[in-house]
């Protein structure tokens, strides 16, 4: 009689804990639509490819999180700044 109670016991804590989670929590860090920062620079010419659109890039341009930047071949180059300040110098060789 005692194990039952304690099983009993288990399960509706567990439920109790899995129907206080609300729904948007597990999804929330899958959002397409996050600013991750902008550009800053660019030399001379590059592309953002986000989800199946192909935008250019200039100054200013807004990348989100999962936007891949890309450049021409050569010496061409694109510095994004972050919304948190740091910055990343990408080449015709990165993405």
């Keep these: ?3 039952k109670s304690w099983c009993g ?3 509706s804590l567990v439920l109790s804990f899995v129907l206080t989670i609300p729904a948007e929590l597990p999804a929330a860090g899958q959002s397409t639509n996050q600013r991750a920062g ?3 620079r660019v030399i ?3 592309n953002i490819s986000r989800g199946p659109k192909t935008l250019n890039a200039s100054t200013k341009t807004q990348v989100d999180w999962l936007d891949k930047v890309n450049t021409q071949a ?4 694109v510095t994004p700044t972050t919304d948190a ?3 990343s110098t990408t080449d015709a060789s990165s993405q």
């Design 44 to 46: 001379p010419a590059a």
């Design 1 to 3: 009689m005692r194990v």
């Design 38 to 40: 902008e550009i800053s």
């Design 85 to 87: 300040g740091g910055t």
């Design 74 to 77: 050569g010496d061409a180059g």
């Design 9 to 11: 016991l288990g399960v």
